[in-house]
């Protein structure tokens, strides 16, 4: 559950790629696979043929030049530009125009983000707080996630 997978390669034989980002080998199906970003990796999400594929694929932002190898997108995948702050610079949250802003799904998601910042948060200020794609929440400065009347923003400051 949200994790933020770039800038992996995983070139399989004859040129083919297993999985820069995720490569699946399930003999269970028990793997929950959401909210998770993949993209700019080698390859995508990549399943070994004969293989379980996992309980829950759901709500992935899968962008990669190849993004599904034996495997079907899952309910709610998007395949567009994450759009990370700096992505050269590694810097992996999302800017304010990011199509992962509450796009994750509510269900096993971790209620803190990779900063500590507690989710999910109203990132895209239409009074509805829902989890965002990826290891990151995004933190709308104008945003007020439970109507205190103090935004998140400066509840985030420390
Ligand atoms: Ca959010
Ligand atoms: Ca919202």
Redesign the pocket.
Known sequence: MNNTIVGNSAPGPSGSDQGGGISLDLVTNNLILANNVVAFDSGGIYRTPNTMTPAVFRNNCVTNPVNYVNLSPGAGDINTDPQFVNRAGGDFHLLGASPCI?SGKAQNAPLIDRDGVARPL?????????FDIGAYEYVNPLADTDHDGMADQAKQRK
Request: glycine content about 20%; hydrophobic content about 30%; overall charge negative.
């Open positions: 509450d109203d990132g895209n200020d239409d009074g509805l707080a829902a």
